[in-house]
């Protein structure tokens, strides 16, 4: 999950830089197990005006995937997405992260700088 933050730190580097965007961590209240508790932080991204983007990690107990973020503006986690780190070929080891609406979707979308809008 840190090397997750640190990517969408680096791809908003040029918006933090002039002031349009920060970013704060918080200490994780719930965790699953201990050692998550432990290493884990929560990533708000606070894009001006009161609106913050908040990035939760919730478990590594999740089947199918190996990790789970809740993504949701604050205030409103009741509309909150799903980032879930999957595993591309069961031989590999390599990961990525997708986007969920719910636990039904059947489309996933590729969490990465590609997706995040340019303006």
């Keep these: 999950m840190n090397r997750l933050y640190e990517e969408i730190r680096n791809w908003f580097a040029e918006y933090s830089e002039e002031g349009y965007i920060s970013f704060e961590y918080r200490e994780l209240q719930y965790a699953e ?16 005006g009161g609106v913050s983007v908040v990035l939760e990690p919730t478990g590594t ?23 879930l780190l999957i595993k591309e070929e069961e031989k590999d ?27």
């Design 33 to 48: 197990s201990e050692e998550i508790f432990l290493s884990t932080r929560i990533l708000e991204l606070n894009l001006g």
């Design 93 to 119: 080891e390599r990961f990525h992260w997708e986007v969920w609406k719910n636990t039904k979707q059947q489309e996933q979308i590729l969490f990465n700088k590609k997706r995040h809008p340019s303006y």
């Design 61 to 83: 107990n999740v089947i199918g995937a190996f990790g789970k973020i809740d993504l949701y503006l604050r205030g409103h986690k009741d509309k909150k997405l799903f980032l």
